[in-house]
């Protein structure tokens, strides 16, 4: 099997893909699965880089936005057949467009239920690319499956395309075909809001550079911010190994978006069994109510912060991981995220570097092979009026 795919090709080299050959077509469905309360150490986090965001299933919508959960597609997945594919997909809000002020996306088996790593099934990567200029990169995430919110300080939410390109990448390491669901939920509101208005997104990659023994980094080019505005949401994607993404404005560092890793063994078994390096947690509290089998492992941390845009609670993630041949050990399971973390001006030059750490956290295999390394980092700026602050 190929170790490195469609998607994760695309991700790492965030053009903009070509026109697809699939037609439009998903069901819709609103309904999610009902949330369970964890009471993880790092949704009490509120720490730059190091908070992850709740699920949806767990807060409300802000300022009357609607949520809408779109399913894009099932697909028999079995470890012989990674499922790699490209499709034109649709928003959640057609023709008429809206403000995508928050997503997150996950798999599910045919009964409803998550599909994760507590049962061999990994959404290894999906991205999401317009049309538009700047390469139209919208959206991207790994197995971590992150919630994106751009309305945690501020009014803004992504233009959202009636239609867009959808790349996909899901694993299992079971020969056994599995039949996984994958959807998006949506948090958007009309254009018309008042006060809302459109962020941009910044995708700095460090391309697929080969995997190597010890402590290293690599950076991604700078990209030059094209108009004064608020940082709004930032968030690396790693492989196994990954220790930080560092996010530097005019030279300075804004933004460390910790890598945090969990034992898979150790997932579901008690509060002591997945600490999270990072986040200097003596372990992971209340993981009881995670999905969990020690044996297959799910690393699942579920990460809930406490935000500035109000009281959090926890909520279940059975997922997250990668854990392809890692034989046991950590894995990421949660990327740290920042929100409302400054300012930028036009002109300004933004890079990330992301920093490995191989013999401290262990690399991830396909198949006996060290799989490439990633280091994207997705940058949300929220546009300010010109002239004030430059
Ligand atoms: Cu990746």
Redesign the pocket.
């Given at each position: 099997m190929k170790t490195f795919t469609l998607v994760?090709s695309l991700?790492a080299a965030a053009y903009a893909a070509p026109a697809p050959e699939q037609a439009i077509g998903e069901a819709r469905d609103v309904t999610q699965a009902a949330p369970v309360p964890i009471d993880n150490p790092l949704m009490r986090s509120t720490e730059q880089g190091v908070k992850v965001l709740p699920r949806m299933s767990m807060t409300e919508p802000k300022d009357g936005a609607k949520r809408t959960t779109v399913k894009y597609g099932n697909w028999m997945v079995s470890s012989t057949k990674m499922m790699s594919t490209i499709k034109l997909a649709q928003g959640p809000c057609g023709l008429a467009g809206c403000y995508v002020t928050a997503m997150e996306a996950t798999i599910r088996y045919p009964d409803g239920k998550e599909a994760n790593v507590d049962t061999n099934a990994w959404l290894?990567?999906i991205a999401l690319f317009g049309t538009g200029g700047g390469g139209g990169s919208i959206w991207a995430a790994?197995n971590e499956r992150p919630t994106l919110r751009l309305n945690t300080g501020s009014k803004y939410g992504f233009d959202f395309p009636s239609a867009f390109m959808l790349m996909i990448d899901l694993m299992t390491e079971d020969v056994k075909p599995k039949n996984l669901t994958l959807e998006i939920t949506y948090e958007h509101v009309p254009r018309t809001t008042p006060g809302y208005k459109a962020a941009t997104m910044y995708w700095l990659t460090i391309g697929e550079p080969a995997a190597k023994t010890g402590k290293y980094s690599f950076s991604t080019m700078p990209s030059i911010v094209s108009g004064a505005g608020q940082l709004l949401y930032s968030i690396g994607?790693?492989?196994d190994g990954g220790d930080n993404m560092s996010l530097y404005v005019g030279g300075n560092l804004v933004c460390k978006s910790v890598m945090h890793y969990n034992s898979r063994a150790g997932y579901g078994k008690d509060a002591n069994g997945a600490a999270d390096e990072h986040a200097g947690m003596a372990g992971m509290a209340g993981m009881a109510g995670a999905k969990g089998k020690a044996a297959s492992g799910s690393t699942a941390a579920a990460a809930m912060p406490k935000t500035a845009s109000g009281g959090m609670v926890g909520h279940s993630h059975t997922k997250r991981q990668?854990a392809h041949g890692g034989g046991g050990g950590l894995h990421i399971s949660d990327p740290g995220a920042c929100t409302d973390f400054g300012t930028v001006t036009s002109g300004q030059s933004m890079k990330a570097t992301a920093f490995y750490d191989a013999g401290k956290y262990g690399l991830m295999e396909h198949n006996g092979a060290k799989e490439r390394l990633?280091g994207?980092m997705r940058v949300y700026i929220g546009p300010t009026s010109t002239g004030l602050f430059g």
């Amino acid at each position: 099997m190929k170790t490195f795919t469609l998607v994760s090709s695309l991700l790492a080299a965030a053009y903009a893909a070509p026109a697809p050959e699939q037609a439009i077509g998903e069901a819709r469905d609103v309904t999610q699965a009902a949330p369970v309360p964890i009471d993880n150490p790092l949704m009490r986090s509120t720490e730059q880089g190091v908070k992850v965001l709740p699920r949806m299933s767990m807060t409300e919508p802000k300022d009357g936005a609607k949520r809408t959960t779109v399913k894009y597609g099932n697909w028999m997945v079995s470890s012989t057949k990674m499922m790699s594919t490209i499709k034109l997909a649709q928003g959640p809000c057609g023709l008429a467009g809206c403000y995508v002020t928050a997503m997150e996306a996950t798999i599910r088996y045919p009964d409803g239920k998550e599909a994760n790593v507590d049962t061999n099934a990994w959404l290894h990567h999906i991205a999401l690319f317009g049309t538009g200029g700047g390469g139209g990169s919208i959206w991207a995430a790994g197995n971590e499956r992150p919630t994106l919110r751009l309305n945690t300080g501020s009014k803004y939410g992504f233009d959202f395309p009636s239609a867009f390109m959808l790349m996909i990448d899901l694993m299992t390491e079971d020969v056994k075909p599995k039949n996984l669901t994958l959807e998006i939920t949506y948090e958007h509101v009309p254009r018309t809001t008042p006060g809302y208005k459109a962020a941009t997104m910044y995708w700095l990659t460090i391309g697929e550079p080969a995997a190597k023994t010890g402590k290293y980094s690599f950076s991604t080019m700078p990209s030059i911010v094209s108009g004064a505005g608020q940082l709004l949401y930032s968030i690396g994607h790693m492989h196994d190994g990954g220790d930080n993404m560092s996010l530097y404005v005019g030279g300075n560092l804004v933004c460390k978006s910790v890598m945090h890793y969990n034992s898979r063994a150790g997932y579901g078994k008690d509060a002591n069994g997945a600490a999270d390096e990072h986040a200097g947690m003596a372990g992971m509290a209340g993981m009881a109510g995670a999905k969990g089998k020690a044996a297959s492992g799910s690393t699942a941390a579920a990460a809930m912060p406490k935000t500035a845009s109000g009281g959090m609670v926890g909520h279940s993630h059975t997922k997250r991981q990668h854990a392809h041949g890692g034989g046991g050990g950590l894995h990421i399971s949660d990327p740290g995220a920042c929100t409302d973390f400054g300012t930028v001006t036009s002109g300004q030059s933004m890079k990330a570097t992301a920093f490995y750490d191989a013999g401290k956290y262990g690399l991830m295999e396909h198949n006996g092979a060290k799989e490439r390394l990633m280091g994207n980092m997705r940058v949300y700026i929220g546009p300010t009026s010109t002239g004030l602050f430059g």
